[in-house]
């Protein structure tokens, strides 16, 4: 079992930043691929970015590409989702999930694993 925690959300104002983390504990972070998932209310969770199991591949959302970054620390079993010049539509629940494989994928059915989630709210 894999447990995994957010943190870092909260409310900025439009151009902001803000730095998720994912935290995992359970068993071994470093042989899951890692996603971010967004929903915001009244809309389909969306992919966000993914990173392989050993970071050395990564994917995004093309309306945060240029802005977001995920990176992942597996010595602190860690993935974090730096978001940078935030919009007001940037403004969703964001979820990590995990997965036991080597990459990541964009549909949430793949992954095994899904934190709480944390607000994020970007005011205009």
């Known amino acids: 079992q894999v447990q995994l925690v957010e943190s870092g959300g909260g409310l900025v104002q439009t151009g902001g930043s803000l730095r998720l983390s994912c935290t995992a504990s359970?068993?071994?972070?470093?042989?899951?691929?890692m996603g971010w998932f967004r929903q915001a209310p009244g809309k389909e969770r969306e992919f966000v970015a993914g990173?392989?199991?050993?970071?050395?591949?990564?994917a995004y959302l093309s309306s945060v590409k240029g802005r977001f970054t995920i990176s992942r620390d597996n010595a602190k079993n860690t993935v974090y989702l730096q978001m940078n010049t935030l919009r007001p539509e940037d403004t969703a629940v964001y979820s990590c999930?995990?997965?036991?494989?080597?990459?990541?994928?964009?549909?949430?059915?793949?992954?095994?694993?899904w934190g709480q989630g944390t607000q994020v709210t970007v005011s205009s």
């Open positions: 999930a995990a997965r036991t494989g080597v990459t990541y994928f964009a549909v949430p059915d793949k992954y095994d694993y």
């Open positions: 359970g068993r071994s972070f470093s042989t899951a691929a």
């Open positions: 990173i392989s199991r050993h970071g050395g591949a990564t």
